[in-house]
């Protein structure tokens, strides 16, 4: 059958291992020429799909070119890693960080003499007090989870930028419908594209791009030679995602304002942590940073009642937040961040977080918002 006639609107999934070379001339052409001359060799170094991938994020963000793709949100922080540190560096985190991005970094990158410390976040942008000589690599979320700290990503990549120290900023919770890193001068974004990139709870994946071609093209070099590469399924179904990025991150940002802002005023809650309201002390920051005047689709609440046990009856009684220990996907659920995204922080350091046992965790949905309202009414009922 002649397919060179086909032309498919959506590229499809180049479900293969391998490409075939015609000779020996074309194999050295695809080894010496820059960006391979747009041939492909072996997916673990590239696939059309997740070229397709790094590329379209790359655009997005604002990216100069070239990145990785990675079989895992955490896969992409460890390339990220590994691009910019080796043994006997140091990186340095604010204390309100994902504790995924915690165990990798505390108990697996100390092995590898890669050393980390934390501090919090309102005083990390004092880089002088903190930062060491051998300090290669700073680390930040545009809004910290569990409680959605807002992070001045300008005046943290100022002062980046003043000690020659590159920026990291993980945007999974914004995506670059809220907000893009490079433009205040970070060095990479990397996304979990498990969360809202992918957006449907059906794929495992890592995106980090890279503001110089130099640095994007370490990201690819490293993901390839460790085996990070994400599979072309996953790549297609993550490009496929992305093509309504920015209706999903319009509706799940008004929809969790409007959730916010009802939990606020119910008697069974005693806090909610959401940059969209007033009352959040990141608001100003939040508004002014933020694009298209969204705040995302993620909140915490802490219940009256700071018990598991109240947490437990919640969870139970909710009928469209089911438990579930990810999030950004297009229907909601509730996570518990003590038993969940830090389980594996200490408990000291989780207590000084305010991670407490009536936390909860929502990530608020696309559905209708009357009949969210009215299942967490339900569910709240001492």
């Known amino acids: 059958m002649d397919i060179t006639n086909i032309h498919p609107k959506v590229t499809p999934i180049y479900q293969t291992s391998v490409f075939k070379f015609a000779s020996l001339a074309e194999l050295e052409e695809y080894y010496t020429t820059p960006d391979r001359g747009g041939r492909f060799g072996y997916s673990r170094s590239e696939n059309p799909n997740t070229t397709e991938l ?25 390339a990220a890693v590994l691009a910019t540190c080796k043994a006997g560096d140091h990186v340095l985190c ?3 960080l994902y504790g995924g991005s915690v165990v990798l970094l505390s108990h697996e990158m100390t092995r590898l003499g890669i050393e980390t410390s934390y501090v ?7 880089l002088e007090r903190w930062i060491k000589p051998n300090t290669r690599l700073v680390l930040a979320e545009v809004l910290s989870n569990p409680l959605l700290t807002v992070l001045d990503g300008p005046r943290l990549a100022s002062a980046c930028q003043a000690h020659g120290i590159k920026l990291l900023i993980d945007s999974s919770f914004t995506t670059p419908m809220l907000s893009k890193p490079l433009s205040w001068g970070a060095d990479m974004v990397w996304h979990s594209a498990t969360k809202y990139l992918g957006g449907h709870s059906d794929v495992m994946a890592g995106v980090v791009v890279a503001a110089t071609p130099s640095l994007g093209r370490r990201l690819h070099a490293v993901g390839t030679n460790i085996g990070t590469t994400l599979a072309p399924m996953e790549a297609w179904l993550t490009v496929r995602g992305l093509k309504t990025l920015r209706l999903r991150m319009r509706q799940h940002s008004e929809n969790a304002l409007a959730v916010a802002q009802f939990l606020a005023k119910h008697p069974a809650v005693a806090q909610v942590y959401y940059p969209g309201l007033t009352s959040h002390g990141g608001h100003e920051l939040a508004r002014e940073q933020l694009l ?39 229907a909601s659920s509730v996570s518990y961040p003590l038993g969940t995204s830090h389980r594996g922080v ?9 991670i407490t046992p009536g936390l909860l965790r929502l990530s608020v949905g696309v559905e209708e918002v009357e009949e969210l309202l009215e299942d967490l009414g339900q569910a709240l009922v001492n």
Do not use: K
């Open 54 to 78: 790094v590329a379209e994020v790359a655009r997005l963000e604002g990216a100069a070119s070239g990145g990785v793709a990675t079989g895992s949100g955490l896969g992409g922080l460890l």
């Open 94 to 96: 604010p204390e309100e």
């Open 120 to 126: 919090p976040l309102a005083e990390l942008y004092d």
């Open 292 to 330: 298209n005047g969204w705040f995302g689709g993620m909140l915490s609440f802490r219940l009256q009642d700071d018990s598991a046990e109240a947490a437990d009856r919640f969870i139970q009684r909710t009928r469209l937040f089911p438990f579930a220990p990810s999030l950004a996907g297009v």
């Open 346 to 354: 200490p408990d000291e350091r989780r207590q000084a977080l305010g």
